[in-house]
């Protein structure tokens, strides 16, 4: 079984400019969660998506988006880009929300740095 | 709210040492989940080990070993024989299972030497 793919694995940016970065769930899987993770700030919930809607968001603003397909892939998207936006971003999937039930399942993550 | 302590932020142990990790969880929810990732240099999450809030076993797969206990919030992860192939941060992580989102823990390097 396929785990977790995120596109890209490494990405260079400057300031200003806007970014996607994609992720393919586990087949079946239908929650994808992205998180954030820098040095000084560990790891960071930024939204959950579940059927097509966003279901959770964390402490992030505006200029973090996301949405999702039908097939339950998952884009986000990060607009104006600041030099504090460099991080491993890290997608999850799950069966279903409330993954409590079932673990989340991480990609390798993307390496975005900003110039 | 929600809060994970890993209070060691890093770890150096010898082959065939046993190492202990730590995690101090706080939540007001009866109902929680309990994860353990290890993240090697690849950057992946790899799931360990998923522990509900009513199920106070301990368990053990192979070298790995969890000690569940509700009564001091914690969850400490025990690895037997380390062996250079367990280098990697590892984090806890907690999950009150009304959403996906995970609060994890600041994350213990473990750098396991010849």
């Known amino acids: 079984k396929a785990g977790v793919t995120q596109t890209p694995r490494y990405l260079i940016k400057t300031r200003g400019q806007q970014v996607t970065l994609s992720c393919s769930p586990i087949?079946?899987?239908?929650?994808v969660s992205w998180y954030q993770q820098t040095p000084g700030q560990g790891l960071q919930f930024l939204f959950e998506y579940f059927s097509e809607t966003q279901r959770n968001k964390g402490n992030f603003p505006g200029r973090f988006s996301g949405r999702q397909f039908s097939n339950s892939r998952s884009e986000m998207n990060v607009s104006t880009l600041e030099l504090g936006d460099s991080a491993l971003y890290l997608c999850a999937s799950s069966l279903a929300p409330q993954s409590g039930n079932q673990p989340q399942h991480f990609g390798d993550g993307t390496r975005l740095s900003i110039l | 709210a929600q809060k994970v302590t890993q209070a060691q932020t890093e770890i150096s142990v010898v082959e065939k040492e046993d190492v202990t990790l730590d995690c101090v969880y706080e939540?007001?929810?009866?109902?929680?989940?309990l994860f353990w990732y290890k993240q090697p240099p690849s950057g992946e999450l790899v799931f360990l080990i998923r522990?509900?809030?009513?199920?106070?076993q301990n368990e053990i797969s192979g070298r790995y070993s969890w000690n569940f206990q509700k009564s001091t919030s914690s969850f400490n992860f025990t690895i037997t024989a380390s062996q250079v192939v367990d280098s990697a941060v590892y984090f806890c992580?907690?999950?009150?299972?009304?959403?996906?989102?995970?609060?994890f823990g600041t994350g213990t390097r473990l750098q396991v030497t010849l």
């Open positions: 992580a907690l999950n009150t299972g009304t959403a996906s989102k995970l609060t």
């Open positions: 087949s079946g899987h239908r929650s």
């Open positions: 939540t007001r929810d009866t109902t929680y989940y």
């Open positions: 522990r509900n809030s009513f199920d106070e």
